[in-house]
């Protein structure tokens, strides 16, 4: 599995899914262009690979910036990776209309857009691979979780549409439905339970590989939807969740 002179774009990749979506990336021998708000740390931003354009998804502007820095820096991209993404619990009766509008804009109408924004640089590179990050809850529901499950959802019928829409291009469309993976937010969400410990517990239940996720492990789907050993792949979602949706639950 390489990735040999090709460019992608990874948004959110220099944090928690997105970094580790980078690194394997990386180390399949691809140069990225990581689009995000905050500068990279770490080993990423000492990499001569990778290239940062700092920006703001909930933008309607960002899609075209974006694909403009990418042209500019490497040439155009070979690949997109839609990760980065917003969350928040709200019931109904709380949510507002401006919560659900900026869940929708960086959560669905950035991926449209800026593969609306690459579609010119892949054609004319001779095709591609557009890799959306959905979720377990575009399939399922956790509680308060409306608007982050719709927007997921549509992500999904997107991945559909556009596998169906671009195949002619060569250019192909799958998206990743991560279950829990481990970060800083979804520890301090763990941790601001009331027994932290037995929450841990239950989580780890739910799984039958008996772990949670780790970046990597999205990272590494990536990676291989990305080349050319899924080349008659499209138009998919890849569940990657330790098992978590397979297993059926029992009151005891």
Request: with cysteine.
């Amino acid at each position: 599995m390489k990735l040999n002179n090709k460019v992608a774009v990874v948004t959110g990749g220099g944090r928690g899914i997105g970094k580790g979506i980078s690194e394997k990336l990386l180390e399949y021998g691809a140069r990225l262009l990581i689009a995000q708000r905050h500068p990279l740390e770490g080993d990423l931003a000492a990499d001569p690979r990778v290239a940062w354009f700092g920006v703001d998804l909930a933008e309607p502007s960002a899609p075209v910036a974006i694909a403009e820095a990418v042209e500019q820096r490497f040439g155009g991209a070979d690949i997109l990776v839609n990760n980065a993404g917003i969350m928040f619990e709200r019931s109904l009766d709380e949510m507002s209309e401006e919560e659900w509008d900026k869940m929708m804009a960086i959560n669905m109408r950035a991926p449209v857009f800026l593969a609306k924004a690459l579609l010119g640089q892949m054609r004319r590179r001779g095709g591609g691979s557009i890799i959306n990050i959905g979720s377990i809850e575009g399939i399922g529901s956790n509680p308060w979780h409306a608007a982050y499950c719709a927007s997921k959802a549509g992500v999904h019928g997107f991945t559909r549409a556009l596998a169906v829409d671009l195949g002619r291009d060569g250019i192909r469309c799958n998206a990743i439905a991560p279950g829990w993976i481990n970060s800083d937010l979804s520890d301090a969400y763990i941790d601001i339970q009331a027994n932290p410990e037995q929450a841990r517990r239950g989580l780890l239940g739910l799984h039958p590989v008996g772990r949670t996720g780790e970046p990597q492990d999205i990272g590494g789907a990536v990676a291989f939807l990305a080349s050319d050993d899924a080349a008659f792949i499209t138009g998919q979602v890849l569940v990657v969740d330790g098992g978590r949706t397979a297993k059926l639950p029992l009151p005891f």
